[in-house]
């Protein structure tokens, strides 16, 4: 084990690797650009389509992370067996071109399927992305490396309040009646900011693939069947195919399975009776069931990726901690904006001004700051990078509850931006926290789970909740405080990952596969 840290240590990474993480950090831009750049429109769309804050937060949200979470998954595993550049290439051409479509919407329907397609494409992002770095860079600075790829996260979400808040106020004062083709300001936004991915997605291309596995001396080649492993993931995801496959682990898996189903649908059923709002729920619900299918499935011909991952109490306890931060973060990347735009009368350019370069320069340099320090405390303790996710769960509560209840429009800003920080901190730990407890062969696929607590748990529930309260109480401001009820179970997520994470990393030597 010395020796092998010894090597590691002495390992240089090439100037390509570099030149090829600063392309990924473009990709993951664009790919916030386009999922953020509703917040700076969220006024604008509630208005002309007639909607309230719950459906703009299921549309922020639900919509899009579900189908995220739902194609991460087989495209994890289709990224663990096939060329990962093509398929990050076509990724980001489709949700670029949904992107575009979302700029055609003329009612909440038509955005809600705009908003999924933008979350199949999306789903091929961090799979590959993830699976990638782990193969240009070594251990001693992988967890730096997937911090500074996590960065464009921030730097596009900053960007897409700066773009979209100047394309609207442009479009508008330019076409105050009869715009071309018909197009609102915010219409002409998403067209305009999903333009660019298409010639991304075409320079991507020119990127070599590494060799899978090579830099930690367990080279791997990929599976020559991989599409149709990647249809065979398919169908053990989406229902109703997912009956078929309950049916093939026998009787009991499939009583189970429609126990599990019909649990669900209950479940949705009744909070829809009680809240409202049956989309978020019904969606929601098909997430979770379609996860515990594929789940069941991953147990029965997978046991060495399911136990290193379903089955491993760390890596589950790092998940929930990192959904927790998610919860928080998502809601107030999403709700600051409208928040702003709403309570201190601020215009579209001033918000992409005060909180979009801000939130940019914040999430920034919390994930970095966050990826270095996570790097430097794993140098004296082996949970040093779990111990930053601290950070990120208990700075934001004063942050949130003084900056969503002052007056002064200053304190929001500045509260805001220490927020955004902290909230940024745990990616780049978590990542590579969670990276480490797997087999090389199993990043892509370990990536696509650790990915769903913060989508399923952290972008479905956190920005819908809080746009429900606020619709509840009449004021957007609480709804956003809402969001501080995640923080005591990821504390709690947390110190029961640091507890099981020495156990769990001298699992994965001792794991086949």
């Known amino acids: 084990m010395a020796e092998e840290q010894e090597a590691s240590a002495e390992q240089r990474v090439p100037g390509y690797s570099w030149y090829a993480l600063g392309i990924l950090v473009l990709v993951y831009l664009v790919n916030f650009v386009d999922r953020q750049i509703l917040s ?9 389509l007639a909607i309230d804050d719950a459906q703009l937060g299921f549309l922020y949200g639900t919509a899009f992370a579900i189908f995220y979470a739902l194609f991460g998954i087989p495209l994890g595993r289709l990224a663990d067996n096939t060329h990962r550049l093509r398929l990050l290439s076509a990724g980001l051409a489709l949700w670029s071109m949904m992107t575009m479509f979302s700029g055609l919407a003329k009612n909440f329907a038509q955005l809600t399927v705009a908003r999924i397609g933008v979350g199949v494409g999306e789903a091929s992002a961090n799979p590959c992305a993830y699976s990638l770095i782990s193969d240009w860079f070594p251990k001693r600075v992988r967890a730096t490396a997937l911090a500074i790829y996590s960065s464009g996260l921030f730097v596009g979400s900053g960007l897409s309040l700066l773009i979209g808040g100047a394309i609207v106020e442009q479009w508008n004062a330019s076409f105050p009646v009869d715009p071309p083709f018909g197009l609102a300001g915010w219409q002409a936004a998403f067209i305009a900011v999903g333009l660019p991915g298409i010639a991304l997605a075409i320079w991507l291309l020119s990127l070599r693939e590494p060799v899978r596995g090579a830099i930690d001396g367990e080279p791997t080649s990929a599976s020559g069947n991989a599409w149709r492993e990647f249809a065979g993931q398919v169908a053990r995801i989406v229902p109703p195919f997912t009956i078929i496959g309950a049916a093939r682990r026998g009787s009991r898996g499939l009583v189970l399975n429609l126990c599990v189903a019909a649990g669900l649908a209950l479940l949705a059923w009744v909070l829809s009776g009680m809240f409202g709002n049956l989309p978020q729920f019904a969606f929601v619900a098909v997430g979770f069931y379609a996860v515990f299918s594929w789940a069941s499935s991953l147990h029965r011909e997978d046991r060495a990726t399911f136990r290193l991952t379903w089955g491993n109490a760390a890596f589950v306890a790092i998940l929930l901690a990192y959904a927790a931060d998610c919860y928080i973060g998502y809601t107030i990347t999403y709700w600051a904006a409208p928040y702003a735009e709403r309570t201190f009368d601020l215009g579209k350019s001033e918000l992409g001004l005060l909180i979009g370069a801000p939130n940019a320069l914040g999430g920034f340099l919390g994930v970095i700051g966050g990826g270095w320090l996570a790097d430097r405390l794993l140098r004296r303790w082996p949970t040093g990078r779990l111990q930053v996710v601290f950070i990120a769960l208990l700075l ?19 509260c805001n931006f220490f927020a955004q920080m902290a909230t940024a901190s745990a990616l780049g730990a978590c990542a590579a926290a969670s990276q480490a407890l797997v087999k090389p062969s199993m990043r892509g696929t370990a990536a696509a789970i650790f990915l769903l607590g913060p989508t399923l748990i952290g972008l479905a529930f956190g920005p819908f909740i809080a746009g429900y309260v606020s619709e509840a109480t009449g004021a957007l401001a609480n709804g956003v405080l809402a969001c501080l009820v995640a923080v005591p ?12 994470y020495k156990q769990a990393i001298e699992r994965v030597s001792s794991a086949e596969g």
């Open 40 to 48: 700076i429109l969220a006024n604008d769309i509630k208005a002309d």
């Open 396 to 414: 934001p509560v004063p942050l949130i509850g003084i900056g969503y209840t002052t007056g002064s429009v200053t304190i929001f800003l500045v």
């Open 489 to 500: 179970p990821g504390v709690a997520a947390l110190v029961w990952a640091i507890r099981n």
